[in-house]
């Protein structure tokens, strides 16, 4: 069983690393970046309490919410998806982005 997994893993990430544009890649590590801030605020949440939840709350929600907009950034730009987003650029996926 491990052994499947393993060879899983490892023919995902030649694939990633061989497939990949590079703006994927950096927004890719962006989005890891975002997922572990936010489970490192949820893991202090759950483990010290939330005395001061205002801040908490508001790190958390940023997170997730930069996290989401990532995530459609990422589906936008993504070159597999050209025929959902027809007359629109990657540059112009950025900016909205940016907007937001």
Request: glycine fraction near 8%; include cysteine; charged fraction near 10%.
């Amino acid at each position: 069983m491990s052994v499947s997994v393993l060879s899983v893993v490892s023919r995902f990430l030649e694939e990633y690393v061989s497939s990949t544009p590079q703006r994927l890649k950096l927004l890719d590590a962006y989005l890891l970046y975002i997922l572990l801030t936010g489970t490192m605020q949820f893991l202090y949440c759950m483990l010290f309490g939330t005395f001061p939840f205002n801040p908490f709350l508001s790190g958390f929600t940023s997170c997730v919410g930069s996290f989401i907009l990532g995530v459609c950034l990422q589906i936008q730009i993504n070159p597999q998806n050209k025929g959902y987003f027809l007359g629109i650029s990657p540059e112009r996926g950025f900016c909205r982005l940016s907007l937001c």
